[in-house]
C-alpha cells in the first residue's frame, strides 16, 4: 500500500531488520518496479528523481534509481 504526500513523495515499509539482506533487496526491487509500472501516462519527464531509504528512527541512505 502506498501513501503519497502532498509533494508527491511516497512513504512505505519495505520489511523488517528480521528479513535479512536477501528479502529486503527483493521487496525494494518489487516496490520500486510496481511504483514504476503504475506510472500515470500522462507523466513525460523523470518519474523517480531520487530514492531514500531509513529504518524507522535513523538516518536515511541515498540509493541510484538506476541501479533498481
Request: aromatic letters at 6%; a positive charge; zero cysteines.
Amino acid at each position: 500500500e502506498y501513501r503519497v504526500d502532498t509533494t508527491g513523495i511516497v512513504h512505505l515499509g519495505a520489511g523488517k531488520v528480521s528479513f535479512g539482506k536477501t528479502k529486503l533487496e527483493d521487496n525494494v526491487r518489487a516496490i520500486f518496479t510496481s511504483i514504476k509500472n503504475n506510472k500515470p501516462a500522462s507523466v513525460k519527464s523523470t518519474y523517480v528523481k531520487s530514492i531514500h531509504i531509513t529504518t524507522t528512527m535513523g538516518p536515511s541512505v541515498l540509493l541510484a534509481p538506476s541501479e533498481l
